[in-house]
């Protein structure tokens, strides 16, 4: 069975960075696309990022692009999200998922709070 395991996450001010990793199990990471999604108090999750499973092609939300930046290490099983230049509206809880277009596997989240 497929497990993801997120963490990194924490209180930061505004203009810091954290670095999020998803940590997988149960399988192999090298062929499974993953997905970062987050879900600010009263939002509706929404995409982040995501990275292919070669690492070939990334993809971004509009509000994070230049900011944050997603990417993976195979051998360590792990996806990583460093996300720079945080802003308030950035507080959420962070996911990770995976395969598209379902995401039919879930992490249980890592909360990110931007404030000063």
């Known amino acids: 069975q497929l497990q993801l395991v997120e963490s990194g996450g924490g209180l930061v001010q505004p203009g810091g960075s954290l670095r999020l990793s998803c940590a997988v199990s149960?399988?192999?990471?090298?062929?499974?696309?993953i997905g970062w999604f987050r879900q600010a108090p009263g939002k509706n999750r929404e995409f982040v990022a995501y990275i292919s499973w070669s690492g070939g092609s990334t993809h971004y939300a509009d509000s994070v692009k230049g900011r944050f930046t997603i990417s993976r290490d195979n051998a360590k099983n792990t996806v990583y999200l460093q996300m720079n230049s945080l802003k308030f509206e950035d507080t959420a809880v962070y996911y990770c998922a995976t395969p598209p277009p379902e995401y039919l596997y879930w992490g249980q989240g890592t909360q990110v709070t931007v404030s000063s």
């Open positions: 149960g399988a192999s990471l090298d062929y499974y696309t």
